[in-house]
C-alpha cells in the first residue's frame, strides 16, 4: 500500500458526512441497513452505497444481516476523530501558536491539553481584554507580575485595585507606549512611579505577546497587528509556569524601570 492509497482512503471518508458518521455508528455498534438509515438520516439507497465502499475497503464486513466494523475500520474511525480533534484544537489555538512561533518563543506544546481558552470573537470582541482584567482585578494573590505590548484604561484600574488590596505588582510595557501611557493616563503613571508595591519596566525591544502570573495560575496572550488581546491561554501545568517565569525574568533582564526612563527623558 502506497501513501496515495491512504490518502486515497482519507479523501473518500472525508468526502462526505455521511460516511463519518456511518462508520462512527458501525463504530459503536454492528447494525443493520435499516439501523444505519435511521442512525445517520440517510435514504437506504445512500446507506448500501457506502456500506459497499467500506466493505470494498475492509472496513467492515457482513454477519448474520448485520455490518461489523474490522479492526481497520475501527483504526481508520479512531484516526479520523483524532484528526478532527487536532484541526480543532488548531483552529482555537491557532492564532495563539502562531503568534509565539513568528517570534522564536518556544512555547511548552503541553499547554495546549492543559489550558483554557478565551477567544475575541466578533459576538464579543473584548473576551480577551474582560478575561485579562477579571483575572487581574480578582483571580490576583499578594504578587503579580506580567508582561503587555499595550496599556489600557481596563488594566490600569484593575492594577489599581490589586494594588489597593495588598499586592505587589510588577509589569513590563513597550517602549513604544511609555509616551502614550504618560500623556493619556497621567494618574496611573503617577501611581506606578510612587507606589512602592508597583514596578514597572520598559523593554528595549518590541513586545510581542503579553504574559501574567499569579498564584498558581500563568497566562499568555495573543495579539493582533493593532495591538488588540485576541486570546487568552491559561494554564496551571508546571511546564507552562515555568515558561512564563523564565520569559519574565529574560524582558526584566533587558528592560530599564519606568523611573529611569523618565528621569532620563
Not at 16 to 30: D, N, Y
Not at 62 to 70: C, M, Q
Request: aromatic share 6%; hydrophobic share 40%.
Amino acid at each position: 500500500m502506497t501513501a496515495d492509497d491512504g490518502h486515497d482512503g482519507a479523501q473518500y471518508l472525508a468526502g462526505s458526512p455521511v460516511r463519518v458518521a456511518m462508520l462512527r455508528a458501525l463504530r459503536r455498534e454492528p447494525r443493520r441497513p435499516a439501523g444505519l438509515t435511521a442512525a445517520v438520516d440517510a435514504t437506504r439507497t445512500t446507506v448500501q452505497r457506502i456500506l459497499s465502499g467500506f466493505r470494498d475497503r475492509d472496513w467492515v464486513v457482513k454477519r448474520d444481516a448485520a455490518y461489523h466494523v474490522t479492526s481497520t475500520g475501527r483504526r481508520v474511525h479512531d484516526a479520523y476523530e483524532a484528526l478532527l480533534d487536532e484541526v480543532e484544537l488548531a483552529d482555537r489555538y491557532g492564532q495563539l501558536a502562531a503568534n509565539l512561533e513568528r517570534v522564536g518563543a518556544d512555547f511548552p506544546s503541553s499547554a495546549i491539553d492543559t489550558g483554557e481558552l478565551t477567544v475575541a470573537a466578533d459576538r464579543n470582541p473584548l473576551a480577551a481584554v474582560d478575561r485579562l482584567t477579571e483575572l487581574l482585578r480578582d483571580g490576583c494573590g499578594e504578587e503579580i507580575r506580567a508582561v503587555s505590548p499595550v496599556v489600557i484604561q481596563q488594566f490600569n484600574e484593575a492594577a489599581a485595585k490589586a494594588l489597593d488590596a495588598g499586592a505587589e505588582v510588577e509589569l513590563v510595557i513597550d517602549r513604544d507606549v511609555v509616551e502614550e501611557s504618560i500623556a493619556e493616563f497621567g494618574p496611573a503613571t503617577d501611581r506606578a512611579l510612587r507606589d512602592d508595591g508597583m514596578t514597572v519596566y520598559v523593554s528595549p525591544e518590541p513586545v510581542e505577546y503579553g504574559l501574567f502570573r499569579c498564584d498558581d495560575l500563568a497566562c499568555v496572550t495573543a495579539y493582533d497587528r493593532r495591538n488588540n488581546p485576541r486570546c487568552v491561554l491559561e494554564s496551571a501545568d508546571s511546564a507552562v509556569i515555568d515558561w512564563v517565569d523564565d520569559r519574565f525574568e529574560s524582558f526584566v533582564a533587558e528592560a530599564r524601570t519606568l523611573s529611569a526612563v523618565v528621569e532620563n527623558a
